[in-house]
């Protein structure tokens, strides 16, 4: 046996996959015979720094959680790379946030068994001050508030589940496809059981919400509480912010959760050992991070390129917002070496706070109606890393016409896939654009082709450099910096109605324009 799985090793150290396949030449430059577009094909698609920014972005900077100094450094990374390529940038401060730092967070299982756990703090939860051990224990199925009185004071100590556990962390795809009706009909009906018990028992506490369990547990004296949050597909997991404000809440995947449940519910006395390090830094300043490409003719009307900078901070936050970050940098980095004097200035809005409620961008347009005023159009890009597919003009009039025009100039190989939807209707709030739709202002979203997103990649403790598409990117980046070139040199002002709206079938009323939310400037719990 040995010997045979010695052989095995060697063959794999021997035959290193793809060692002699070619990297697949660059497509070949189609034939523009605009100057300026076939200098941005050439800068965006054979020059392409996407993989290189990324690469510094996700890996060594890492995640962006609003409020932690990692979101301050990586903004100021943004900063410095702008100036080094002689681009104007800053950041613009717009309030502040609870300030987080967050360090390692280490959980074990020592009984009845060892085994490391697949586990990590949730953002801004408190930590641990040095390793704590302690029972793990579910909340019963109270009856009466004396059995409450009861329970709460045996929690002290000791850590305690807080979420509901999935009975299998098997994606229903798979289930679908290999189990039989049989088994199909039972995965159900343990699925909708383990359920119905978890909400049994929290609701016995005769709280309504997560949070009302939290506090009370928090009260009661218990060490920390431990939840996960299952992403519905094969090892994914959402990581968002704790419940908590004095305990630290420790996030497990989905199998190891379950692990720890199926210990405690079988009375097989699971202990786990935490060590969790956090800090929290109270009250930190929140910016925004601008750039900016002054323009020569009309410096007071603006195209601008706009991407969240946030992130959550269960991985690198690679697809939400890593890649259209970095696709708006390598846009700037393109228009600055081949349209260094543009007629409208071209800005560049880095959001912090999407995450919180679209505190960034909505701060921004609140504090410059004048560019608001005078916006030729702003470009967003909120949804992963697929190739863009789809434009909406948000039910704005006007602008559907020029958009088609310079698609028209643009090569087929990268808006050929794009659906113009002209004029659509106004979007209601899912990313930044909407800070600018909602005031009437030009505000287009660049929208991208699945490729899993909801499921593998939004919010999850996989959303990491590996997932990109660096082919789309780069196609990508080049497609937005020849439309906000387009935009930029259009003679005239592009026009602006809001169109009328379908009629609402809830309320049979006329469909009304989105109102646009007031910015959190700074947290209130
Ligand atoms: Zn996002």
Redesign the pocket.
């Known amino acids: 046996m040995r010997a045979h799985l010695t052989g095995v090793a060697a063959a794999i150290l021997l035959t290193v996959p793809g060692a002699t396949a070619q990297t697949p030449p660059p497509p070949p430059a189609p034939t523009l015979s605009n100057p300026t577009l076939a200098a941005i094909w050439g800068e965006g698609m054979d020059r392409s720094r996407v993989a290189a920014l990324a690469q510094v972005l996700l890996d060594s900077l890492g995640p962006r959680l609003t409020g932690t100094p990692q979101s301050k450094a990586a903004s100021d990374w943004v900063v410095g790379t702008y100036r080094s390529w002689g681009i104007d940038a800053r950041a613009e401060q717009y309030g502040t946030w609870r300030g987080w730092r967050r360090g390692i967070t280490h959980l074990d299982l020592v009984a009845p068994r060892v085994r490391s756990l697949e586990a990590t703090m949730l953002g801004y939860s408190p930590g641990t001050s040095g390793p704590l051990t302690g029972q793990v224990v579910l909340i019963p199925h109270l009856i009466g508030p004396a059995a409450l009185t009861a329970f709460l004071p045996t929690v002290r100590g000791k850590f305690v589940m807080l979420t509901a556990p999935e009975s299998s962390c098997r994606p229903s795809s798979s289930w679908e496809e290999w189990a039989d009706s049989t088994s199909l009909a039972r995965r159900k009906v343990i699925a909708d059981s383990t359920r119905a018990d978890w909400v049994d028992r929290a609701r016995s506490t005769g709280a309504t919400t997560v949070l009302e369990v939290a506090k009370m547990l928090e009260d009661a004296g218990a060490a920390g509480v431990l939840s996960s949050y299952w992403s519905q597909g094969w090892g994914v997991d959402k990581v968002f912010q704790a419940s908590t404000e004095t305990i630290p809440q420790v996030q497990l995947s989905c199998e190891d959760y379950g692990l720890i449940w199926r210990l405690a519910a079988n009375g097989q006395g699971p202990v786990v050992r935490l060590e969790a390090e956090a800090e929290l830094l109270g009250d930190v300043p929140v910016a925004n991070t601008i750039g900016m490409i002054r323009g020569r003719e009309k410096p007071d009307e603006y195209v601008m390129l706009s991407?969240?900078f946030d992130?959550w901070d269960g991985g690198s936050g690679a697809t939400?917002?890593g890649t259209?970050t970095v696709m708006m940098m390598e846009v700037m980095r393109i228009l600055k070496q081949v349209y260094p004097n543009p007629k409208r200035t071209i800005l560049v809005g880095h959001w912090n706070g999407?995450?919180q409620g679209l505190n960034g961008s909505s701060a921004f347009a609140a504090d410059h109606p004048e560019i608001l005023a005078r916006l030729q159009v702003l470009l967003n890009q909120?949804?992963g890393t697929g190739g863009i597919d789809r434009l909406t003009m948000e039910g704005l009039v006007g602008p559907g016409p020029y958009f088609k025009k310079w698609m028209d100039q643009i090569p087929q190989e990268l808006d050929g896939k794009v659906t113009l939807v002209d004029p659509g209707t106004p979007g209601r709030g899912g990313?930044?654009n909407f800070s600018f739709v909602c005031n009437g202002a030009p505000g287009f979203g660049l929208n991208s082709a699945g490729w899993d997103y909801g499921t593998y990649t939004?919010?999850t403790n996989r959303d990491t450099y590996d997932k990109i598409g660096f082919e789309e990117l780069r196609r990508n980046a080049t497609l937005a910096a020849m439309l906000a070139y387009l935009a930029s040199e259009e003679p005239e002002k592009i026009p602006l109605a809001k169109r009328d709206l379908p009629m609402d079938n809830r309320s049979d009323q006329p469909g009304t324009w989105p109102v646009c939310g007031t910015p959190d400037r700074s947290f209130v719990r």
């Open positions: 991407a969240h992130s939400d917002n259209g999407e995450e909120d949804d990313t930044d939004w919010h």
